[in-house]
């Protein structure tokens, strides 16, 4: 019997995608908490030549409004050798192309490593009092480095995990691609609720 796809659920997908490969499940969460990335949407199959395939499609959304579909390269389904259900995918969806993804890219490190540690801090109840910290620092200073910002707001929780949870949510983005340091770029994210929203700065 096929074992049941677990669900990924971020803030930049409409909705949960099925994922039975733990490598695909570490693109989503590199691409979510990517900034260059605005949405991610899924297509599980197109019909091409009067046959339903299945496809499991990936579309990228990025800054600019270009479009693209992921080719995870060496986990094509073998019922689709040539790839026709991906392209099928990416001319619907009006993609600017075709992105290949291979298992070396997903798993390039100090990335891998990163964005696995800032995910695991997305179930972590922020209080609104660390939120405003954050928020209200990256608003007065601009981007800060996370050792700055940890000199500069003072949260309940430690900062570096109040970041991580914030960034699951879309509230700040991260630069990954030098790791999670004390030099990492923490900036506000463009889907930062209102502090007012909250009750606070009223």
């Not at 390269?73 to 050798?81: F, I």
């Not at 964005?115 to 007065?140: K, M, N, P, T």
């Amino acid at each position: 019997m096929q074992k049941r796809p677990n669900l990924f659920i971020g803030y930049k997908s409409a909705k949960a995608i099925p994922v039975r490969d733990p490598m695909v499940r570490d693109f989503l969460i590199q691409a979510t908490l990517d900034p260059m990335v605005f949405a991610i949407d899924y297509q599980p199959t197109v019909v091409h030549a009067d046959r339903v395939l299945p496809v499991n499609g990936i579309v990228l959304e990025r800054c600019g409004d270009r479009r693209f579909a992921v080719d995870f390269v060496g986990a094509r389904p073998p019922t689709d050798p040539q790839g026709e259900a991906l392209l099928q995918v990416a001319f619907e969806r009006g993609c600017a192309g075709i992105m290949e993804v291979t298992a070396a890219d997903i798993r390039a490190e100090p990335r891998l490593s990163s964005a696995r540690e800032v995910w695991g801090h997305g179930s972590i109840y922020v209080h609104g009092d660390d939120r405003a910290q954050i928020v209200e620092a990256l608003e007065s200073e601009g981007p800060l480095e996370m050792a700055e910002l940890d000199r500069l707001a003072d949260t309940r929780r430690e900062t570096r995990a109040v970041v991580c949870a914030l960034a699951c949510e879309g509230s700040v983005e991260l630069d990954l691609r030098l790791g999670l340091g004390p030099a990492a770029t923490v900036r506000l994210g463009s889907r930062r609720p209102s502090l007012r929203m909250h009750g606070y700065g009223a």
